[in-house]
């Protein structure tokens, strides 16, 4: 049942659809001239993405299906090209389109794919995800990691539109919803407060997936990125903000294998920028608690085991805010006032680390 759906307007490109039931409207978003369809989903959500299909091919489309690996594993140039393949072996020609149905990996792959092939075909994006609905599914940055680090071959390429049905969340394990949780809140220490008080008010009604203030969370969090990417789409200044907590939250997935999830080791980023703004003169020590205290609270780790900055250090160097060997970190001067810290110097990088794995 589609119901009070709420529409979310990013600038004039195209609506973020938020509510319940709302994976219905996806062929409102084709245009007219599209014949084929290649919903790309992940392995196990196939029942999740069925009634997308089924809806697609009752408006009389032609519709093929890919499943891609589940998690980071599907962000590669393997998969990539597998879907491509589809695409050619079905003949998608520039007025076909693709449907992303799952997380940010999903949204991200699919997304990649269709801003390359023939250098562009439409892509609707059906997150799955918390993550996806608050983030990954907005904004058009598209991509796919590299042996040498994250998201380091993409493109922008902005979805037909985007629609958050948060009846899937009900079946979304609890770790992935927390880790989802970590861009919510990320939006809250970069530009919206009110998140923050959500979460600190009745932490129960802000984390649950049925909780009574998940949809303004939801809502909350999509606004403020909106609002971001219509302004500066192509990361050329202001974008940068949405990056709080990624520079080393990156490093650490990298360094991992890809094995741990995107929002946990936002997390950690957040918690380790949080100190070096403090270290660097910008930031309260109450306002580094803060970032602590509700991080752990919805069951994000804080901390990071010792030992590891010097390959750490060396993924950073591949961060895409890096301008030669300068990096440039965002931080927060005050709770929702962000800001850059260009070329620390590697004492106080080194010093911020050591708090955070103490
Ligand atoms: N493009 C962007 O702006 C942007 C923003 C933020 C994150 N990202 C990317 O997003 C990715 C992380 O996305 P994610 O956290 O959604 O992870 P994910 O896509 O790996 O999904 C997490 C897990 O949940 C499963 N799943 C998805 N929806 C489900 C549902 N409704 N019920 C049950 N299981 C479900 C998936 O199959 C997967 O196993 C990272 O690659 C990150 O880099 C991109
Ligand atoms: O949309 C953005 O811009 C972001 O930075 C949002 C991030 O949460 C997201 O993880 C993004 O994919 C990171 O982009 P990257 O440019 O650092 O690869
Ligand atoms: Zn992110």
Same mark, same amino acid.
């Given at each position: 049942?589609?119901?009070?759906? !709420? ?24 245009? %007219? ?8 989903? =992940? ?7 069925? =009634? ?18 589940? /998690? ?20 998608? !020609? ?7 149905? %799952?997380?940010? !990996? ?38 796919? /990691? ?7 071959? %993409? ?27 970590? +861009? ?8 919206? =407060?009110?998140?923050? +008080? ?7 009604? *802000? ?17 403020? @990125? ?14 940068? &903000?949405? /990056?709080?907590?990624?520079?080393? %939250? ?29 270290? *660097? ?19 994000? =780790? ?11 250090? !060396? ?5 895409? @805010? ?7 970190? &965002?931080?927060? +001067? ?25």
């Amino acid at each position: 049942m589609t119901s009070s759906a !709420t529409v979310i307007p990013v600038g004039t490109s195209y609506d973020v659809v938020v509510g319940h039931g709302v994976s219905d409207r996806v062929t409102d978003l084709l245009s %007219g001239d599209v014949r084929q369809v290649l919903v790309v989903r =992940p392995q196990s959500l196939a029942r999740l993405a069925a =009634p997308v299909v089924h809806r697609l091919r009752e408006a009389g489309l032609t519709v093929h299906e890919a499943a891609v690996p589940d /998690n980071e594993v599907a962000k590669t140039a393997q998969v990539a090209a597998g879907l491509w393949a589809t695409l050619g072996q079905h003949a998608f !020609t520039r007025s076909d389109a693709v449907v992303a149905v %799952g997380g940010g !990996t999903v949204t991200d792959l699919a997304g990649f794919v269709a801003a390359t092939w023939l250098r562009g075909v439409a892509v609707v994006h059906v997150p799955t995800t918390l993550l996806a609905m608050v983030d990954a599914a907005v904004g058009g940055k598209t991509g796919i /990691n590299t042996a040498e680090g994250k998201n380091l071959v %993409g493109s922008f390429h902005e979805p037909a539109g985007v629609l958050c049905d948060l009846d899937a969340l009900a079946t979304l394990p609890r770790p992935d919803l927390v880790a989802g949780l970590a +861009e919510v809140v990320k939006a809250g220490f970069i530009a919206d =407060p009110r998140i923050l +008080e959500l979460v600190e008010g009745d932490l129960d009604a *802000a984390t649950r997936a049925d909780g009574p203030a998940m949809r303004e969370l939801v809502e909350r969090a999509i606004a403020m @990125k909106a609002e971001v990417v219509a302004a500066d789409l192509k990361e050329s200044w202001l974008r940068e &903000i949405l /990056n709080y907590g990624h520079t080393l %939250g990156h490093a650490v997935e990298q360094v991992e294998g890809y094995h741990r999830r995107h929002g946990e080791a936002v997390a950690i980023g957040m918690t380790f920028a949080a100190h070096l703004a403090h270290r *660097a003169g910008h930031l309260t020590a109450d306002a580094v608690e803060r970032h602590r205290a509700i991080l752990t609270s919805v069951g994000l =780790p804080t901390t990071y085991e010792a030992g590891h900055w010097d390959t750490l250090a !060396t993924a950073m160097q591949r961060d895409k @805010k890096t301008r030669g060997s300068v990096l440039r970190f &965002i931080v927060l +001067e005050d709770i929702g006032v962000p800001t850059r810290l260009v070329g620390p110097d590697e004492a106080l990088l080194r010093a911020a680390y050591d708090d955070l794995c103490r």
